[in-house]
Protein backbone atom coordinates (compact mmCIF):
# COMPACT_ATOMS: atom_id res chain seq x y z
CA UNK A 1 0.00 0.00 0.00
CA UNK A 2 1.10 3.16 -0.86
CA UNK A 3 0.67 6.01 2.06
CA UNK A 4 0.00 9.41 0.74
CA UNK A 5 -0.34 12.59 2.64
CA UNK A 6 -3.47 13.31 3.81
CA UNK A 7 -4.62 9.74 4.00
CA UNK A 8 -6.53 8.34 6.97
CA UNK A 9 -6.06 4.91 8.83
CA UNK A 10 -8.00 3.53 11.85
CA UNK A 11 -5.80 2.06 14.48
CA UNK A 12 -7.49 0.21 17.30
CA UNK A 13 -6.12 0.97 21.15
CA UNK A 14 -5.26 -1.93 23.80
CA UNK A 15 -9.23 -2.28 24.56
CA UNK A 16 -10.20 -2.42 21.24
CA UNK A 17 -11.65 0.69 20.56
CA UNK A 18 -10.72 1.84 17.25
CA UNK A 19 -9.58 5.90 15.94
CA UNK A 20 -9.34 8.31 13.45
CA UNK A 21 -5.83 8.92 12.77
CA UNK A 22 -4.44 11.48 9.97
CA UNK A 23 -1.15 10.25 8.00
CA UNK A 24 1.58 12.86 8.44
CA UNK A 25 4.59 11.10 7.10
CA UNK A 26 6.02 7.85 6.28
CA UNK A 27 9.43 7.41 5.47
CA UNK A 28 12.26 4.42 5.26
CA UNK A 29 15.29 3.80 7.16
CA UNK A 30 18.28 2.46 4.79
CA UNK A 31 20.28 1.27 7.75
CA UNK A 32 17.46 -0.11 9.25
CA UNK A 33 15.77 -1.13 6.60
CA UNK A 34 12.12 -0.68 8.33
CA UNK A 35 9.50 1.82 7.23
CA UNK A 36 7.88 4.17 9.69
CA UNK A 37 4.57 6.52 9.87
CA UNK A 38 3.48 9.54 11.20
CA UNK A 39 -0.17 10.22 12.45
CA UNK A 40 -2.26 12.19 14.44
CA UNK A 41 -5.88 11.92 16.04
CA UNK A 42 -8.18 13.12 13.45
CA UNK A 43 -10.04 15.44 15.79
CA UNK A 44 -6.72 16.98 16.10
CA UNK A 45 -5.47 17.85 12.59
CA UNK A 46 -6.63 21.25 12.43
CA UNK A 47 -5.50 22.14 16.24
CA UNK A 48 -2.39 24.47 16.82
CA UNK A 49 -0.85 21.91 18.84
CA UNK A 50 -1.34 18.02 18.12
CA UNK A 51 0.11 15.02 19.04
CA UNK A 52 1.41 13.00 17.25
CA UNK A 53 2.24 9.23 17.55
CA UNK A 54 5.23 7.33 15.46
CA UNK A 55 5.03 3.61 14.35
CA UNK A 56 7.26 1.20 12.93
CA UNK A 57 5.04 -0.26 9.94
CA UNK A 58 5.22 -3.56 7.63
CA UNK A 59 2.76 -3.86 4.82
CA UNK A 60 0.74 -7.39 5.48
CA UNK A 61 1.48 -9.75 2.79
CA UNK A 62 -1.31 -10.38 0.27
CA UNK A 63 -3.48 -7.40 2.28
CA UNK A 64 -2.81 -4.01 0.20
CA UNK A 65 -5.04 -2.33 2.40
CA UNK A 66 -3.65 -3.53 5.70
CA UNK A 67 -0.40 -2.48 8.09
CA UNK A 68 1.21 -3.88 10.88
CA UNK A 69 2.61 -1.37 12.93
CA UNK A 70 4.59 -1.84 16.05
CA UNK A 71 5.44 0.46 18.91
CA UNK A 72 9.07 1.93 18.97
CA UNK A 73 10.69 0.31 22.03
CA UNK A 74 14.34 1.82 22.34
CA UNK A 75 15.52 4.71 22.77
CA UNK A 76 18.05 5.17 19.97
CA UNK A 77 15.10 4.15 17.27
CA UNK A 78 13.09 6.92 18.66
CA UNK A 79 15.94 9.57 18.87
CA UNK A 80 16.05 8.32 14.84
CA UNK A 81 12.76 8.81 13.57
CA UNK A 82 12.40 12.06 15.88
CA UNK A 83 15.33 13.29 14.20
CA UNK A 84 13.32 12.65 10.84
CA UNK A 85 10.10 13.99 11.66
CA UNK A 86 11.87 17.30 13.22
CA UNK A 87 13.33 17.49 9.13
CA UNK A 88 10.59 16.54 7.54
CA UNK A 89 7.93 19.07 9.29
CA UNK A 90 10.41 21.88 8.88
CA UNK A 91 10.83 20.83 5.26
CA UNK A 92 7.20 21.24 4.90
CA UNK A 93 6.89 24.34 6.21
Given at each position: MALEEQERIIIPDENGEEHLFEVLFTFDVDETSHSYIAVVPAE??????????????????????????????????WNMVEETLNTLTEEKE
Open positions: QKDEEEVEVFAFRYEEKEGDDDDLALYQIETDEE
